[in-house]
């Protein structure tokens, strides 16, 4: 994870957000797709046992008292996405986009802001070295309370959904 962070952090765009993040994190995947192919293998995954947390997810959190975002049901289509910056991407609104190269979107909420992205590393024809990552920064008292309640199962949902990504 360290080597894969530090690919992250070569991207000025990204390292600018990392600067006083609450959390991040990342995972690399190798995968022999194109960026923009892995990108939307990435967001698009929505097996039914996630569909099922992010349930338990917005029960909990609505416990708390905060808002949380729907896996599904925003009406947009996967061929819609739009990785340039404004773009929406599912829930995510795009913050920078350089093709082949880097994603970055975002989630904002009243608790916390958080980005997602990817960085591409070329590793040998044809092989590119995925790192996806996590930028999270709180915006209120309870954003910690939120992200810590949710943290073991992010490495779980980020872990799969690279690997399906990657395949």
């Known amino acids: 994870?360290?080597?894969?962070?530090?690919?992250v952090k070569s991207v000025d765009p990204i390292n600018k957000l990392i600067i006083n993040a609450d959390h991040t994190d990342s995972m690399s995947f190798d995968s022999h797709r194109n960026m923009?192919?892995?990108?939307?293998?990435?967001?698009?995954?929505?097996p039914?046992?996630?569909?099922?947390l992010y349930k338990i997810?917005?029960?909990l959190v609505g416990l708390l008292g905060l808002k949380h975002d729907e896996l599904v049901g925003h009406g947009l289509q996967v061929s819609d996405y739009d990785f340039k910056a404004g773009g929406q991407v599912d829930f995510f609104q795009s913050?920078?986009?350089?093709?082949?190269?880097?994603w970055i979107g975002e989630a904002v909420d009243k608790h916390l802001s958080?980005?997602?992205?990817?960085?591409?590393?070329?590793?040998?024809?044809?092989?590119?070295?995925?790192?996806?990552?996590t930028i999270?920064?709180?915006?209120?008292w309870t954003g910690p309370l939120y992200f810590n309640l949710i943290r073991p199962f992010h490495y779980l949902v980020v872990y799969f959904m690279g690997r399906n990504a990657a395949e």
Do not use: C, T
């Not at 039914?48 to 099922?52: H, I, N, Q, S, V």
């Not at 913050?95 to 880097?102: L, Q």
């Open 95 to 102: 913050v920078d986009f350089e093709a082949e190269r880097f």
């Open 36 to 46: 923009e192919d892995f990108l939307i293998r990435l967001i698009s995954y929505k």
């Open 136 to 140: 999270v920064h709180y915006r209120h």
């Open 57 to 59: 997810r917005g029960l």
């Open 114 to 133: 958080a980005y997602i992205g990817v960085v591409s590393e070329p590793v040998h024809e044809g092989l590119n070295r995925y790192h996806v990552f």
């Open 48 to 52: 039914g046992w996630l569909k099922f």
């Open 1 to 7: 994870m360290a080597q894969s962070i530090e690919i």
